[in-house]
């Protein structure tokens, strides 16, 4: 019989074990170990059974079963112990707290997309796990964030795999009351609830839920309510699906709708208003437009608004690879725009801002990180590396300027130590270091541990992963529909004393999850080395409607099957943060083999790094930066002139070797035996330990534990874009946003009469015929500026070393100084330049817009070179 009605009732906790719903409903103990210990102890076969859930094992609980637990006095002291300790955890004093009042009161962060638990599946890849460890990891350092994104009823599709190794998706739907979520109701006990009109006097209405993440809340909004229609409600049915439209709106909801929840919010909490807005990836970035709405309402004009609103929003781009952005049809941005979503906001300055205005642009594309780098003042990429190709990658938004002079930062990604290090990993550091936490600055003692320690740890690592790998395969293949009686040898797949090398990730193209496929037998060789085998285990979903992802998964799968090499090489269905927790602590070496450099920045490999796992990587995102040739090994990238086929066939053989002649020799110890054999006969070494092995895991623990924390990133976000921004939207603020007035003015004003602006004539003065180091060039710079006045610009004496193609590099700035009103518009700037190395030398000018409120030179790409 099939219900007709459902609902989930919430349990009822007895007064002496109450505490317990609200250790269960936030999620911070998912990263603390002792409340996780708690629920285990309340019934731990449950615990396993529901997957890890608190909410999901609360409610298991029959009436007599939770008053057996109330009466249980011990567990009803330590239930009192954990909830005053989060009770501390909430409300002490932390990092933040020791910032002076300049820091913003309050942060809002967007999101399309969240990974913070398993038991909240908002998520598909590394952009949500980045943003679930950006919330955890400023709740741990009392940073005021506020996170902001959608409910989706299925969040991303589980995958199994066919018979014949073809991803199948399936989306089971969430009971949202089921989740650690509350509903946010109005005074009344109504739900609150926003609205954005829609085409065809249609509306989407949405309501709030509340998760939260520590000391972080985090709104979702749901489109799933009564008052809308059909189409309406499915629009959070799942993650990233449909085709645009669907696409499209989700994104206004999150944008728009995101904002309009915030403000409900601040209404409902007296939390403070954000003070910064934080766009993370280009799918958030409507908001910027319900914002520039808000302050058109209340009477700005649209250069006004755009200027307070950009003044305190900071953009994060994610991506190097173009198919990865978000592009809409202008008429389709156009058509909803026109049903009033934001009425006091002309719909071509809307469309205007994701115009691709630059050579090689479309026209009729809506271009979302374009938009994302219009609507904010201070924007960043996510690893060095990538910060330089998304200056080059958006160069075009700011002619005239060299590419290294794009306002594109970078901050490098981290992850949440706590939630990602295996808890052996850290009571090992607790017992030895005596410090509560294992944050990562405590790394350093890690010398300090006997190296045989080590080492036993990290077997029962990766033996624990083989257990659970042997248990996932076996489910994956009877889901493939094989028996019992033919899937024996899944219980000893794989050997706990093999070197063990992970790759999990999705699969793009650019992530070649194949590359290790290239020359099979060579695979073969390696998986089955009579002295120095290794054994793979890869996971990945490829996105559904992505055939070539599948058929790698495929052509994968099929390799994996063949009962040679079975016992040492797996394929584990439906990766997820529960899978990676295991995943990571248990593989020696985690592999990566992108194309250089479309990896914005990769995080996998950090969270093996903290646990002790070895990184191989192509130099591609944060291992670009933070390989130093004893954490690790660096795949070599061939060069760009190489056909892609004889690229792959380069990295691979590359990659094989390393393996056999660099990483395998080293985990099964056979240098030092070597080195002992060449001291003097004697038996083969008898020291089953690996020591330069486990030097090289004590480096990267020590070195690496810091560098990629997520406190580290978050820190970082604070100070170099949260603060600045802060102090921009104040000063923007200000007596009824009177810079923000000033400032529009001078830009608009600026603009209107950049192009008459040339820099006439230079003369150079003082160069003898033999110039020499520590010469000084003077230079005069006759400059016509028309309607402008010298308060309005930089002119600037540019010199460096001279390309053959005549480019300056490596180039260095001087300002010039005002001499004299030439009169009609024009003047004479000067200055001195110290010819600083030998070899060719070489100096330009150039005229900028100046202002005190600007955050960048290159900030509004207006620029005047000199000719
Ligand atoms: C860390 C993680 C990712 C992201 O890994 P990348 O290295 O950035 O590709 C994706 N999925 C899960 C489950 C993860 O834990």
Request: glycine fraction near 8%.
């Amino acid at each position: 019989m099939k219900a007709i009605r459902r609902f989930t009732v919430r349990t009822v906790l007895p007064p002496s074990i109450a505490p317990l719903a609200r250790l269960a409903g936030n999620l911070r103990w998912s990263w603390h170990r002792p409340t996780q210990q708690l629920f285990e102890s309340l019934n731990p076969a449950a615990w396993q059974e529901l997957h890890q859930d608190p909410v999901a094992l609360l409610g298991s609980f029959t009436r007599e079963q939770l008053q057996q637990l109330a009466a249980d006095a011990e567990l009803v002291r330590r239930v009192r112990e954990l909830d005053a300790d989060l009770d501390r955890y909430l409300g002490e004093d932390r990092w933040y707290q020791s910032l002076g009042a300049d820091a913003p009161q309050s942060i809002a962060y967007f999101s399309p997309e969240y990974g913070i638990s398993a038991v909240l599946p908002q998520y598909s890849g590394g952009l949500g796990i980045l943003a679930g460890d950006h919330l955890k990891a400023a709740s741990d350092l009392g940073v005021p964030l506020i996170g902001v994104g959608l409910l989706y009823a299925a969040g991303y599709f589980k995958q199994s795999l066919s018979r014949d190794a073809w991803q199948q998706e399936t989306y089971p739907v969430l009971d949202p009351d089921g989740l650690p979520l509350t509903l946010l109701r109005e005074e009344d006990g109504s739900p609150a609830q926003i609205m954005l009109p829609l085409p065809n006097g249609r509306k989407l209405q949405a309501r709030i839920w509340r998760a939260d993440v520590g000391r972080v809340p985090l709104l979702l909004l749901d489109s799933n309510v009564p008052g809308n229609d059909e189409a309406a409600r499915a629009i959070t049915d799942r993650l990233y699906g449909g085709g645009g439209d669907h696409r499209l709106q989700q994104e206004l909801l999150l944008g728009m709708g995101g904002v309009k929840a915030l403000r409900i919010y601040e209404r409902l909490t007296g939390t403070p208003r954000p003070e910064v807005f934080h766009t993370n990836e280009g799918h958030a970035g409507f908001l910027g437009i319900e914002r520039i709405q808000e302050l058109m309402s209340s009477g700005l004009s649209w250069n006004e608004a755009l200027a307070a609103g950009r003044a305190n929003t900071v953009f994060t781009t994610h991506t190097p690879v173009p198919a990865g952005i978000d592009r809409f049809d202008v008429l389709q941005v156009a058509h909803f725009f026109r049903a009033g979503l934001a009425p006091d906001v002309p719909t071509e300055h809307v469309l205007a801002l994701g115009e691709e205005s630059y050579d090689g642009g479309d026209p009729t594309k809506f271009n979302m990180a374009v938009m994302g780098l219009r609507l904010a003042q201070r924007a960043n990429g996510v690893a060095k590396l990538h910060g330089v190709v998304s200056r080059g990658m958006f160069s075009g938004l700011w002619p005239g300027f060299d590419t290294e002079e794009v306002p594109i930062t970078s901050v490098t990604n981290g992850v949440h130590v706590p939630t990602w290090v295996d808890h052996r990993i850290a009571e090992l550091a607790r017992e030895k270091l005596g410090s509560e936490s294992v944050e990562a600055r405590h790394w350093e003692k890690v010398y300090e541990f006997a190296d045989a320690e080590v080492w036993n740890l990290r077997r029962q690592l990766r033996s624990n992963l083989i257990d659970d790998v042997r248990r996932r395969l076996k489910a994956s293949w009877k889901k493939r529909g094989a028996g019992d009686a033919e899937l024996a040898w899944t219980a000893s797949v794989l050997d706990p004393d093999v070197l063990t090398i992970g790759f999990a990730r999705r699969v793009p193209t650019y992530k070649r999850l194949t590359l290790m496929l290239r020359d099979p037998a060579r695979l073969k060789a390696l998986l089955l080395h009579p002295e120095r085998p290794i054994q793979l285990v890869i996971a990945g979903k490829s996105h559904p409607a992505d055939e070539q992802g599948k058929r790698m998964i495929q052509d994968l799968v099929r390799f994996t099957d063949d009962p040679a090499v079975r016992h040492r090489i797996v394929f584990l269905p439906n990766y997820d943060i529960a899978m990676a927790r295991t995943l990571f602590p248990g593989c020696d070496v985690w592999l990566n083999n992108p194309l250089r450099p479309l990896e914005a920045c990769g995080t996998s490999g950090m969270k093996a790094a903290i646990n002790g796992g070895l990184n191989l990587s192509v130099l591609d995102g944060w291992w670009d930066e933070m390989y130093d040739g004893d954490n690790g090994w660096a795949i070599p990238s061939a060069s760009p002139a190489v056909s892609p086929e004889e690229r792959d066939d380069i990295e691979a053989a590359a990659l094989y070797d390393l393996l056999e002649n660099h990483v395998a020799p080293r985990f099964y110890g056979s240098e030092q035996a070597d080195a002992a054999g060449a001291a003097g006969p004697s038996e083969p070494s008898a020291d089953p330990v690996p020591h330069q092995w486990i030097a090289m895991i004590k480096h990267t623990l020590a070195t690496l534990g810091p560098a990629v924390s997520a406190e580290r990133m978050v820190q970082d976000y604070v100070q170099q874009l949260y603060r600045p921004a802060a102090a921009s939207g104040r000063v923007a603020r200000a007596e009824h946003f009177k810079a923000a007035r000033e400032l529009a003015a001078w830009v608009a004003r600026v603009r209107h009469f950049w192009p008459e602006v040339v820099v006439e004539h230079v003369d150079s003065l003082d160069v003898t015929d033999e110039p020499q180091i520590g010469d000084t060039v003077r230079i005069n710079a006759y400059v016509r500026l028309e309607e402008l006045t010298p308060e309005d610009v930089s002119v600037q004496a540019v010199h460096g070393q001279v390309t053959e193609n005549d480019e300056l590099a490596q180039i260095s700035i001087r300002d010039l100084t005002l001499k004299e009103d030439l009169g009609d518009g024009r003047f004479l700037f000067s200055g001195g330049v110290t010819i600083d190395h030998s070899g060719s030398f070489g100096y330009t000018v150039r005229v900028l817009p100046r202002h005190q409120h600007l955050a960048t030179e290159a900030e509004l790409g207006l620029v005047t070179n000199a000719s």
